[in-house]
């Protein structure tokens, strides 16, 4: 029942918005109350592969494969890459799950730690020589770029991170991971190793069934501009980070 209700959205999906990454630049003004809850429902969606290719970056030259899903609950077709270094299988892999930035990540930001995270994981990842990294379009914690924009711009009064997004009508944040979950079972990898600072993935990957058998932090160095949501961040969404 499940799988033929997946298997419609897909295409409208897909025949709506198309394969590229429009959810950059999406807003989304409509309150809605999903959050970790929603991988215990999401998680029978498999995740379909759309392409399969090659990345060169500074760190090394990663296999880079495109994933799509329906997300029953949202009515929204999914996107996520999925970039992997060497062979995952032969020991519990390192993973980061990262949340597209492109403030952080494109634009340089010093307002949150994103690019710095990314950059610590793949960093990580080639010293290895293996691992994985899941990269969710989930701009501003799945807001959209113009509602974190706005929420920006009320924090620049002094509310802060959590608080801007309340004032906008909007939950602090709208991700689940359930679709790096369903990455993960197509590749076959139910153990890993996880980068990351937030328990909320680890809670979303043991209930998916991926099993974290060490958590490694993944901070990366801090500066002034981005003090303030950091500590919000450690006092507000327990997130694991030394900064005082
Ligand atoms: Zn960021």
Do not use: W
């Not at 939950?171 to 909320?200: C, G, Q």
């Not at 990957?205 to 974290?212: A, H």
Request: aromatic share 4%.
């Amino acid at each position: 029942m499940r799988a033929s209700q997946a298997s419609v959205v897909v295409e409208r999906g897909m025949q709506g918005r198309g394969l590229n990454g429009s959810d950059m630049t999406q807003d989304r003004p409509v309150k809605r109350n999903h959050r970790i809850k929603m991988v215990q429902t999401t998680v029978q969606s498999s995740a379909v592969r759309v392409a399969s290719t090659r990345l060169p970056t500074t760190f090394g030259v990663f296999d880079m494969i495109g994933f799509e899903r329906a997300n029953v609950d949202r009515e929204e077709t999914e996107s996520a890459l999925l970039l992997r270094l060497g062979d995952p299988t032969n020991r519990p892999p390192l993973l980061r799950i990262h949340s597209q930035c492109l403030t952080g990540e494109v634009l340089g930001s010093l307002r949150c730690d994103c690019r710095g995270q990314l950059e610590v994981a793949m960093s990580a990842i080639a010293d290895e020589g293996s691992g994985l990294v899941i990269y969710e379009y989930q701009e501003g914690r799945g807001i959209g770029l113009m509602a974190k924009l706005r929420a920006y711009a009320l924090q620049d009064k002094g509310l802060d991170t959590i608080e801007a997004n309340h004032a906008l009508g909007l939950d602090p944040d709208y991700r689940d991971f359930s679709l790096a979950v369903a990455i993960l079972h197509d590749i076959k990898v139910d153990r890993v190793r996880l980068m990351s600072n937030n328990p909320e993935k680890v809670e979303a990957l043991t209930q998916g069934g991926i099993e974290v058998i060490k958590l490694i932090p993944c901070e990366a160095p801090s500066n002034p501009y981005a003090l303030s949501y950091l500590r919000t961040k450690k006092k507000k969404m327990r997130h694991s980070l030394t900064i005082m």
